[in-house]
């Protein structure tokens, strides 16, 4: 509880609760043994980085169909579609480490964005964390990210070509 609502009548009131519930309340309150709160593993701060980071290559990518599109290049068809393709599984991964995230019972809370880094809160299993990351690093994460994903799609591409030429 909140030390903001506790003691000033506010939560109590609010509630409607008889004084014999809340000390029933209260007690078991006090009785529950208390449980160690784990620090997240590498796995699960993994997975924050993650959440974290493909937002914002998903935002990159879209931003460059958009510029593709308006361009007179002549392939621009292709490359816009190849973008496409690229954000469609992109956002998968978001999809994938969202579910993942609550299966963990990981929220992200907040985001402070300072000069040269951002600051992001978490909950994980009941123990709180920030992680910090430069902007510098997710700038070299994202342009990996974007680099890996075109990796695959380059490499569907080659096998559709190799399908089709046998």
Known sequence: MSKKLTGNGLWESSRMLLP????????KEREMPRQSVMPPSAKEIEMIRESVVLPMVLEIVLK???EVEKSDQTLKHLYSA??????KHIRQDIQHCRRSLMDHQIRI???I?????????????GAEG???ITRDYLRED???KIGKYAKSLIAIIQQEGKQRGN
């Open 20 to 27: 014999q519930h809340k000390e029933q309340s209260l007690l």
């Open 64 to 66: 460059k169909v958009k």
């Open 82 to 87: 190849a973008a496409k393709v690229l954000a």
């Open 109 to 111: 809370q907040g985001c």
């Open 113 to 125: 964005k300072e000069h040269s880094e951002i600051v992001y809160t978490y909950s994980c299993k």
């Open 130 to 132: 920030r992680m910090t």
């Open 142 to 144: 994202i342009g990996f």
